[in-house]
């Protein structure tokens, strides 16, 4: 079986790391992962990138033993310039890049409610990890309310003050 283990990074930090198979789902099954021919890929999502970089940009890791050069794949995503270009032309990319913009635009720019229901509908993470996000959102929900109370309250006492 052909599995990626996927770092996605937010400026060069690792925030999370998933084990997907060659359609994109989570692999939650490890002792059939054959690790050999595992690939190893780093989605890294820049938030201030270099000046002349392009959207999406893919390269190798070089380094002097070449040790695991062929299965280790790195990512570079602009997000500053995926923000601001909304029709992108989907037609220059590979497979693979198409699947990290979507991935990307979801992400980062949209409601959380709609980055839990696409990693849902796609696998990509595990069921342990969807609970997780589904708990975390319901509490984010919850926190909203109550700050959103709170600035009706402060701002029904600073309109009776004046």
């Given amino acids: 079986m052909k599995s990626y283990y996927v770092f996605i990074c937010l400026d060069g930090v690792p925030i999370i790391e998933i ?4 359609k994109y789902k989570v692999v939650e099954d490890y ?3 054959d690790w050999h021919n595992n690939k190893y890929i780093i989605l890294n999502f820049k938030t201030n ?3 002349d970089s392009k959207i999406i940009e893919k390269g190798n890791i070089k380094y002097r033993q070449k040790i695991l050069t062929k299965q280790l794949k790195y990512y570079q995503v602009n997000l500053k310039l995926l923000s601001q270009s909304i029709n992108i032309n989907y037609l220059k990319y590979t497979r693979s890049e198409k699947k990290i913009l979507e991935f990307a635009k979801i992400m980062f720019f949209q409601e959380p409610e709609v980055f839990i229901d696409y990693i849902k509908r796609n ?4 069921k342990k990890d969807i609970y997780q996000f589904d708990q975390a959102l319901k509490k984010m929900k919850k926190e909203t ?8 309250i402060q701002n029904k006492k600073n309109k009776t003050n004046t």
């Fill in 123 to 126: 696998q990509i993470f595990g």
């Fill in 49 to 51: 990138p270099e000046i």
């Fill in 31 to 33: 002792e059939n992962v």
């Fill in 145 to 152: 309310k109550i700050i959103t109370s709170w600035k009706n």
């Fill in 19 to 22: 084990l997907v198979d060659s």
